[in-house]
């Protein structure tokens, strides 16, 4: 929206309307370029800040990534190590319940023997 420079009666009384009136159209040439200027220089800035937000977020994008991927490599290693507890305490279970049936039996018949 440019703004129409207005000029006081005495710059017009002083120089003519012709003079004047020409000044005050290169003051608004002046002022539509200066504005057109600066919306190019601002898209062009404005260009650059979203190219520079885009890779960022696509660095975070990758580092969260591989943070995630390593987490998730911890957690599938320590659920590994804890299954292979888990079966060796069952195991030790197992074999304390059939040594201690095992023995049962043998008291059981040792006593019907005897």
């Known amino acids: ?6 000029l ?5 009384e002083k120089l003519g309307d012709d003079v004047a009136n020409e000044l005050v159209e290169w003051f ?12 190019e220089l601002n898209e062009l800035n404005f260009a650059r800040f979203d190219a520079k937000l885009e890779q960022r977020i ?8 591989t943070e995630m ?9 320590r659920l590994a190590e804890f299954e292979t507890r888990l079966t060796r305490r069952l195991l030790n279970f ?10 049962l039996v043998f008291v059981v018949v040792k006593l019907v023997k005897g």
Do not use: C, H
Not at 8 to 12: A, E, I, L, P, V
Not at 28 to 39: G, I, K, M, P, Q
Not at 94 to 103: L, S
């Open 94 to 103: 197992w074999i304390a319940q059939a040594a201690t049936t095992v023995g």
């Open 69 to 77: 991927r390593a987490g998730f490599a911890r957690v599938d290693q």
């Open 8 to 12: 006081s009666r005495k710059f017009y």
């Open 28 to 39: 608004n040439l002046v002022d539509a370029t200066y504005r057109s200027d600066l919306r």
């Open 58 to 65: 696509a660095e975070l994008r990758a580092e969260l990534q």
């Open 1 to 6: 929206m440019p703004v129409t420079a207005k």
